[in-house]
Every structure is written in structure tokens, then in C-alpha cells.
């Protein structure tokens, strides 16, 4: 059977992320602010996902994709991953998906060359 891309675990991955960030930031391998920004900009995306999930169902104005990616690439991403999964929302989406990945791969660049000694 093949794995498909909607089966990911993305809730899984996206809370090993944020476990993996209070880690660090406890051990004192990753600055107390950038762990906070992670878990808040993850709260800002879950709730943007939701609200767009919302508005689709009820055929409401949309959130811009623009404005996901951008709280996505700016360290959204974990939280993004969970409402994926919870409220399957923009899974199967594969232009969506592939430019959601840039942007994990861009912030995680980002984070790496912040916190590179």
C-alpha cells in the first residue's frame, strides 16, 4: 500500500516540534524568545487554519494562502501541521502543500543560522 501524503502524521510532527523547541529552550540551546515566538506564531497559524476551515465550510470570505504561508514561514509551521490534520484542511492541496514545505525548510534555514554559534 502506498503512503500517501494526506496520511503523514502532521499533528505528530508539528507537537514533536513545539516539544522539541521547550526542550531546547530548557536545556539552553535555543533562545527563550525564539522558542516563544515558535509557540506563539504556531497558536496565530492553528487559529488562522481553523477560522479559514470555517469560512469554507460556511462559504465565507477565505483567509489568503499568502497570509498562511507567511505565519508558516516566520515559525507558524508546527501549529499549521496540527490543524492540517485536525480540521483536514488544505491536505490534498498539492501547490498549497509544496509551497507550505518551502516555507518549513526557509524558517528552519533561518532558525539554524540564528542560533549557529
Do not use: C
Amino acid at each position: 500500500m502506498a503512503y500517501s501524503a494526506a496520511r503523514f502524521p502532521r499533528a505528530a510532527f508539528g507537537g514533536g516540534a513545539l516539544a522539541g523547541v521547550v526542550a531546547a529552550a530548557g536545556f539552553g540551546s535555543l533562545p527563550i524568545l525564539l522558542a516563544a515566538g515558535y509557540l506563539g506564531l504556531s497558536a496565530v497559524s492553528y487559529l488562522m487554519y481553523r477560522a479559514d476551515k470555517a469560512a469554507a465550510r460556511a462559504s465565507r470570505r477565505r483567509t489568503p494562502e499568502t497570509s498562511l504561508h507567511l505565519v508558516d514561514m516566520l515559525g507558524g509551521w508546527p501549529g499549521a501541521l496540527v490543524a492540517q490534520q485536525q480540521f483536514r484542511h488544505k491536505t490534498a492541496k498539492q501547490p498549497f502543500q509544496t509551497l507550505f514545505w518551502l516555507t518549513v525548510i526557509l524558517n528552519l534555514a533561518a532558525a539554524g543560522w540564528l542560533v549557529w554559534p
